[in-house]
């Protein structure tokens, strides 16, 4: 072999182990600002509403209809399955297809209050 096919040999080399330790390097940045970033925090929002406390824990909008919830709340520490609430005719509609009006105070005036329906 000539001497500037060595040289060239020798170059890429070099070459190859700066860019595997800059991927490395840039690899390791990445990962140390993603965890520097804050992650968000999940919190329920609670409200306490004649002497009650309401907790909604999973809102979900319908697509089809923009005026009903899919909504999971805890009320006074028991948390209750996902029901749907019609802001419409304010009514939740249960697991079971039986439909009851909202309480003046409760989960479902609660939601479509702070949603906006």
């Known amino acids: 072999m000539s001497r500037s096919t060595v040289s060239q040999i020798k170059h890429r080399q070099h070459g190859l182990q700066y860019s595997t330790i800059a991927g490395i390097a840039l690899s390791l940045m990445i990962w140390v600002v993603g965890w520097a970033i804050a992650q968000p925090a999940y919190a329920d929002f609670c409200r ?10 999973r809102v979900k909008r319908s697509a089809k209809n923009h005026w009903e919830y899919r909504a999971s709340v805890r009320i006074d520490g028991e948390k209750t399955p996902v029901e749907i609430y019609d802001c419409r005719h304010h009514v939740r509609i249960r697991r079971d297809g039986s439909r009851e009006q909202f309480q003046a105070d409760g989960a479902g005036s609660l939601i479509c209050e702070l949603l906006g329906s």
Not at 48 to 57: G, K, R, V, Y
């Open 48 to 57: 306490t509403i004649n002497q009650h406390e309401i907790c909604l824990l």
